[in-house]
T-cell receptor
Framework: EPEVTQTPSHQVTQMGQEVILRCVPISNHLYFYWYRQILGQKVEFLVSFYNNEISEKSEIFDDQFSVERPDGSNFTLKIRSTKLEDSAMYFC????????????FGEGSWLTVV | ELKVEQNPLFLSMQEGKNYTIYCNYSTTSDRLYWYRQDPGKSLESLFVLLSNGAVKQEGRLMASLDTKARLSTLHITAAVHDLSATYFCAVDKGSRLTFGEGTQLTVNP
């Protein structure tokens, strides 16, 4: 079964450092997402991406965050200057079209900011 | 702002019993998802409900959607220990999913 893959699975970084989280969405999918989940809390939307541009972003997705699809397969989330409160599990997701197909989530990248 | 509320948030039940998890949401939407999450793991898609009156069943789980009432239910029949996990509903609106708080289900032998 096709799957969304994410790297790294776990990263520890110092406050103020830049972090790049990588995702390979399912081939032929057109819509890409980043969500995050702080430990013990619900899953929160960060950003959606379609046709090489951001289609929607949440209030969490401020200027320290950016996304990019540098080639035909990768989809990255960059956090420019990490804060302690950025510690969370970050999930990448993708879906084929907007008509209601399942949204598939990757295994997540656990980010710890110290 | 779309709000999604699940209840209960914690559910401890005996094996063999039935129970229902409720998901209420505040604005109109025709698409709703149910996911399962095991501790430290990703979100596993259980059901995609696309229209009013939709009902889907997989094994001991059955999900339904009433868009007029803005309510979805996840019914568990004859629970088994393997169903212990956190269950999230998520409403699809615009370009995003808005998740409920999750229901942490524990099935005791």
């Amino acid at each position: 079964e096709p799957e969304v893959t994410q790297t790294p699975s776990h990263q520890v970084t110092q406050m103020g450092q830049e972090v790049i989280l990588r995702c390979v969405p399912i081939s032929n999918h057109l819509y890409f997402y980043w969500y995050r989940q702080i430990l013990g809390q619900k899953v929160e939307f960060l950003v959606s991406f379609y046709n090489n541009e951001i289609s929607e972003k949440s209030e969490i997705f401020d200027d320290q965050f950016s996304v990019e699809r540098p080639d035909g397969s990768n989809f990255t989330l960059k956090i420019r200057s990490t804060k302690l409160e950025d510690s969370a599990m970050y999930f990448c997701a993708s879906r084929g079209d907007i008509s209601g197909n399942t949204i598939y989530f990757g295994e997540g990248s656990w980010l710890t900011v110290v | 702002e779309l709000k999604v509320e699940q209840n209960p948030l914690f559910l401890s039940m005996q094996e063999g019993k039935n129970y229902t998890i409720y998901c209420n949401y505040s604005t109109t939407s025709d698409r709703l998802y149910w996911y399962r999450q095991d501790p430290g793991k990703s979100l596993e898609s259980l059901f995609v409900l696309l229209s009013n009156g939709a009902v889907k069943q997989e094994g001991r789980l059955m999900a339904s959607l009433d868009t007029k009432a803005r309510l979805s239910t996840l019914h568990i029949t004859a629970a088994v220990h393997d169903l212990s996990a956190t269950y999230f509903c998520a409403v699809d609106k615009g370009s995003r999913l808005t998740f409920g708080e999750g229901t942490q289900l524990t099935v005791n032998p």
